[in-house]
């Protein structure tokens, strides 16, 4: 089962769960990038879930689910 929703982007996604995880509007923007980079995502951001694979879908449930996990620092 996807846990992703279908009217968000990947770049949304990774925003909303940094949110509900507590993060601030500059460490959510520091986090889309620093994740999306690291699951080698970042050419997807503007896709919605209906446009990937099964197995790229699979990367971004990853993805935010390590969301504000790794703090980064700047």
Do not use: C, Q, W
């Not at 999306?36 to 689910?65: I, Q």
């Amino acid at each position: 089962h996807d846990v992703l929703f279908d009217y968000l982007s990947i770049g949304e996604h990774v925003d909303l769960f940094a949110r509900l995880k507590g993060a601030s509007l500059a460490e959510m923007d520091r986090e889309r990038v620093a994740m999306l980079d690291a699951f080698e995502l970042t050419p997807r951001e503007d896709y919605f879930p209906s446009g990937l694979s099964g197995g790229m879908k699979r990367k971004v449930e990853k993805n935010t689910a390590f969301s504000n996990v790794f703090k980064t620092s700047y």
